[in-house]
């Protein structure tokens, strides 16, 4: 059933980003306190809450921190925002796709499904996992 074969098959859409909406703060904070001199500050900046410890403003030990966690936070969300625009951009690219009833129609890269006959021309970026069935070079040859 073609349907059925539809529906069980893994979608053919490309996904490099590296957090979602909901887990992007935890997970860049998580990536940057692994690091010992960010969780050396962030453990002076939060000694400075105990009053006998308490050398100098707090200001002066939050600030810098907070900066650099601000500054890494904004250019992790512009590395992800680029990621997904390259991931949108690869998964609308259209691909000759074969119908059952002998006709070409051109569909997004991500609608590819197992088993479709995919036509690729010379210079397109192979769009997913495939077999070579034939190739229009007169040696029979097919470089990737």
């Not at 997970?27 to 050398?55: D, G, H, T, W």
């Not at 600030?63 to 997904?84: I, M, N, S």
């Amino acid at each position: 059933d073609p349907g059925l074969a539809a529906a069980l098959s893994i979608p053919n859409i490309v996904r490099n980003q590296k957090y979602s909406a909901t887990t992007f703060v935890f997970k860049v904070l998580y990536e940057q306190f692994r690091y010992f001199f960010n969780m050396y500050f962030l453990l002076v900046a939060l000694s400075q809450f105990i009053p006998a410890l308490q050398v100098g403003f707090l200001f002066t030990y939050i600030a810098p921190l907070v900066f650099v966690l601000g500054v890494t936070l904004l250019k992790e969300a512009y590395d992800d925002f680029q990621r997904y625009r390259r991931d949108k951009e690869a998964n609308s690219q259209l691909y000759e796709k074969l119908r059952s009833d002998g006709q070409r129609v051109r569909v997004p890269s991500s609608d590819l499904r197992v088993g479709d006959l995919v036509f690729v021309n010379a210079g397109e970026r192979v769009p997913a996992d495939m077999i070579l069935l034939r190739t229009s070079d007169k040696s029979g040859s097919g470089f990737i």
